[in-house]
Structure formats: structure tokens, C-alpha cells
């Protein structure tokens, strides 16, 4: 299953309410969001385990 857009967007509003809804860091859950997604799709075989580690950068 690729992973979307919306995908990315649901789980980086999800982690920006669970922080309070702090004003000028959507970029900082936006891309937390994307690397949390990444790391669950590989787990669950539904992305390339070779797909570079976006927790290193």
C-alpha cells in the first residue's frame, strides 16, 4: 500500500493536537508523521525494507 499524502497529513494533525496545537511547527509533525508512517510500513512488509532510514537525518 503506498503511502499518501493524506495519509501523512491525518497522522501530522494527529500528532500536532496531542502536542497542544502549537502555531508554526506543521512542517516539524509533517515530517515526523511521514518517518512514523515509513517505520510502520516496513515493519508490516508493506514498504521496501531498503528504503533509506529517514531517522538518520
Known amino acids: 500500500m503506498a503511502l499518501t499524502e493524506e495519509d501523512i497529513r491525518k497522522r501530522a494533525y494527529i500528532l500536532w493536537e496531542k ?8 512542517d516539524t509533525f509533517w515530517y515526523e508523521a511521514e518517518k512514523e508512517l515509513i517505520a510502520e510500513r516496513k515493519l508490516q512488509g508493506e514498504m521496501s525494507p531498503h528504503l533509506p532510514d529517514l531517522a538518520a537525518n
Not at 502536542?19 to 506543521?26: E, F, T
Open 19 to 26: 502536542a497542544g496545537q502549537p502555531a508554526g511547527q506543521m
